[in-house]
């Protein structure tokens, strides 16, 4: 089944602790990205990469990093997370720029 | 400077009728728009695309309308059912690159 995986699903850390949300993609996708999504923001660019080890900054990538290893994964890394960083994840993956986007199920992230 | 706009927030139509969900662009370097359809604790899904060169583009029940001249598109929805209840979101990737924008959505309650 294609899909897009996401882990954890929730997670609830504390200010400064570093931590990574890891995502997999089984189609053989060009291209990957981050979201993130608030109340009256809607979804929100954080990073994107193009193939493996290109990726460039969406509109708010402050406070995140990414790498792209290897084709089928995105991790998004939190080193020093903060309060407004809480928040509704995604990751998704695409074929090509114009094609649709396969989005996770989401990671809700809890910064106290 | 958001570059895609979603200017209503919620739209309550009743089954059966038509839903209209609108969205506005400011940059005409777009090529192509597509519309994503979220429920509550999923991600969003792919709707239905449609390419800068064409000014309709239809899918079932699902029919994208784009103006390029007043830079605007439109979803309509006929006829509305209660399981099209969600989130719509209108996005747009640039020509040159990932950094895909997406509107703040349109919540769309169809009453049965």
């Known amino acids: 089944e294609a899909q897009v995986t996401q882990n954890p699903r929730y997670l609830i850390t504390v200010t400064g602790k570093k931590l990574t949300v890891t995502c997999s993609q089984n189609?053989?996708?060009?291209?990957m990205s981050w979201y993130r999504q608030d109340p009256g923001l809607g979804l929100r660019q954080i990073y994107y990469s193009m193939n493996v080890e290109v990726t460039d900054k969406g509109d708010v990538p402050e406070g995140y990093k990414v790498s792209r290893k290897e084709k089928r994964n995105f991790p998004l890394i939190l080193e020093s997370p903060s309060p407004n960083q809480t928040s509704l994840y995604f990751c998704?993956?695409?074929?090509?720029?114009?094609?649709?986007?396969?989005f996770g199920q989401g990671t809700r992230l809890t910064v106290v | 400077d958001q570059q895609v706009k979603q200017n209503s927030p919620s739209l309550r139509v009743q089954e059966g009728r038509i839903s209209i969900l609108n969205c506005d662009y400011t940059?005409?370097?777009?090529?192509?728009f597509l519309w994503y359809k979220k429920y509550p604790a999923e991600g969003p899904t792919f709707l239905i695309s449609i390419s800068s060169i064409k000014d309709k583009n239809e899918d079932g029940r699902f029919t994208v309308f784009l103006n390029k001249s007043a830079k605007h598109l439109s979803l309509h929805i006929v006829p509305s059912q209660p399981g099209d209840s969600a989130v719509y979101f209108c996005a747009a990737p640039p020509r040159s690159n990932y950094k895909l924008t997406f509107g703040k959505g349109t919540l769309l309650t169809v009453n049965p």
């Open positions: 998704a993956s695409s074929f090509g720029m114009n094609t649709e986007a396969f």
């Open positions: 940059n005409s370097m777009f090529d192509y």
């Open positions: 189609m053989n996708h060009e291209y």
